[in-house]
């Protein structure tokens, strides 16, 4: 069965960097679109970025550009997301998701598969 795992999670102060991975299984990844949502406490589920099967980035344009970037190693079977310039409401558990069809939106109804998340903790 598919199974999505993320990890690189932790805790990391205000204007660091983090990078956190997903490593998936089960599936022919290269034809999957992969995305990152989060979710803050007492929050809703944010979409945050995704890749599609050709490489090419979806952006939550309410998001700051630059501080997310995503990338996927086909030969690994992994999507990264590099996190820059972090800030205290960043905090929150990371979620990867893959898209079946390969070319997807900013909606979570667009994915097939959700990992479990990987908490990532900002400090002031």
């Known amino acids: 069965q598919v199974q999505l795992v993320e990890s690189g999670g932790g805790l990391v102060q205000a204007g660091g960097s983090l990078r956190v991975s997903c490593a998936a299984s089960?599936?022919?990844?290269?034809?999957?679109?992969l995305g990152w949502f989060r979710r803050a406490p007492g929050k809703e589920r944010e979409f945050i970025i995704a890749?599609?099967?050709?490489?090419?980035?979806?952006y939550n344009n309410d998001l700051e550009k630059g501080r997310f970037t995503i990338s996927r190693d086909n030969a690994k079977n992994t999507v990264y997301l590099q996190m820059n310039s972090l800030k205290p409401e960043d905090t929150a558990v990371y979620y990867c998701?893959?898209?079946?069809?390969?070319?997807?939106?900013?909606?979570?109804?667009?994915?097939?598969?959700w990992g479990q998340g990987t908490q990532v903790t900002v400090s002031s």
């Open positions: 089960g599936l022919t990844f290269s034809t999957y679109g």
């Open positions: 998701a893959a898209d079946r069809d390969g070319w997807p939106s900013g909606s979570p109804v667009d994915f097939d598969y």
């Open positions: 890749i599609s099967r050709s490489s090419s980035t979806v």
